[in-house]
């Protein structure tokens, strides 16, 4: 399977063309399996808008605190991602049940260094009732921030030390860190945020108030073979350690669920992909396309083994952490970046030359991005600027 191939299934299922492009930001993020939500304005937002043909603010903020029809989760690789209802349960099954069990014992850990009981059992039993006091003073006030949560007993407040004995040690309330592990184990959910919609700070809810029967129960490795069902029907083909990096499972968990999958193997230029085996069939050419996705987008973000899109501009376009900045596409692949000026204008840069109906399109793009930004500036606060940006910010 050639890298034509790959490259026009990226644009038709990842609605990146003209045709594909959707009304509805549920589709869009069920076309992906979810939108990378680490940082909640550029990833969400302007992910959203790339993939939509006239969406807005509103039309996020509807699906996401109205509608309720997409939800905020703890997923792959302990990072947040936006996704749909029906993805939510197996998402959370395949991969947030295991964060869980780790952030469990990393609390519990930090509990015993405080010192709030005796024994191994007596903080367990500490935990267990102030748990069950953050859920009861969440149910009362409806959406609460951590701080708010924090003054409702003073279990909430009491202080953990972080990396203890590192030169970055610092303090987290209990509050903090126990609603990061109960939306790991399906309990509550991230509301709205305080402030606008480029904000990091969020309320939070019981998840019964967006689902009133919670997440449907998924058994784990049957969660973990229809995650893989899904993301190969996303992105493949893709190769084995693909799917383990984008999903943060260990070897044996991913030669689990595709052995019960069954896909086909293909040849990717000399490097065995995968393929489900109903999906086959070639690709018709898309019309010619262009996008600027955002930092740390779900569809440069969704393979490890990206050379086939990137090509030789990994170094410029990536941060020393190896998350991506803002990328410009062309039918497929990546052909330069972008950034906001001053002014909060969009401008760009091509990293190769790719003729005058791709120069025409990228500007069109950029024009549509800025009047949807309407001024806003997007600043990087979960990942480092890349060269590119540093460039482009300083004219």
């Known amino acids: 399977m050639d890298v034509a191939e790959r490259r026009a299934r990226l644009g038709l299922r990842h609605r990146l063309t003209t045709s594909t492009k959707s009304d509805d930001p549920v589709e869009v993020a069920r076309s992906l399996l979810a939108l990378h939500g680490t940082d909640p304005s550029s990833s969400v937002y302007v992910g959203a808008w790339a993939r939509m043909r006239d969406g807005d603010?509103?039309?996020?903020?509807?699906?996401l605190y109205e509608d309720r029809s997409l939800i905020r989760l703890l997923g792959m690789r302990r990072t947040v991602f936006v996704t749909s209802l029906d993805v939510a349960p197996v998402l959370q099954a395949a991969c947030s049940r295991a964060v869980a069990a780790r952030e469990r014992r990393l609390?519990?850990?930090m509990l015993t260094e405080t010192g709030v009981a005796d024994d191994e059992m007596g903080?367990?039993?500490w935990l267990a009732e102030a748990e069950g006091m953050a859920l009861r003073a969440l149910k009362e006030r409806g959406e609460a921030t951590a701080t708010e949560l924090a003054v409702d007993d003073p279990r909430l407040s009491t202080e953990l030390v972080m990396a203890r004995g590192k030169s970055y040690e610092g303090r987290q309330k209990l509050a903090?860190?126990?609603?990061?592990?109960l939306a790991a184990e399906g309990h509550v959910v991230r509301g709205r945020p305080r402030g606008t919609w480029t904000s990091h700070q969020y309320r939070w809810a019981p998840l019964t108030d967006w689902l009133p029967g919670g997440f449907v129960d998924w058994?784990?490795?049957k969660a973990e073979t229809e995650l893989?069902?899904?993301?190969l029907r996303a992105f493949g083909p893709a190769t084995a350690d693909d799917l383990r990096w984008w999903a943060g499972w260990t070897k044996t968990q991913t030669k689990r669920a595709l052995t019960?999958?069954?896909?086909?193997e293909v040849d990717l230029a000399g490097t065995a992909g995968l393929l489900l085996a109903d999906d086959l069939e070639e690709t018709p050419p898309p019309e010619p396309w262009a996008a600027l996705l955002p930092a740390l987008d779900s569809t440069p973000m969704g393979w490890q083994h990206r050379g086939w899109f990137l090509g030789e501009h990994g170094p410029r376009l990536f941060d020393g952490n190896g998350n991506i900045g803002p990328s410009l596409w062309w039918n497929g692949r990546i052909v330069g970046g972008w950034a906001q000026d001053g002014n909060g204008d969009v401008v760009y840069r091509f990293l190769e030359d790719v003729g005058a109906d791709a120069r025409d399109a990228v500007q069109t793009e950029a024009e549509r991005l800025t009047s949807r930004l309407a001024g806003v500036r997007l600043t990087p606060r979960t990942r480092g600027r890349t060269w590119l940006e540093d460039e482009l910010a300083s004219g």
């Open 123 to 125: 903080v367990k039993a």
């Open 107 to 109: 609390v519990l850990r």
């Open 176 to 181: 903090s860190r126990l609603l990061l592990l």
């Open 260 to 264: 019960e999958l069954r896909p086909v």
């Open 57 to 63: 603010v509103a039309d996020v903020q509807r699906a």
């Open 228 to 231: 893989a069902r899904r993301w």
């Open 219 to 221: 058994d784990t490795q």
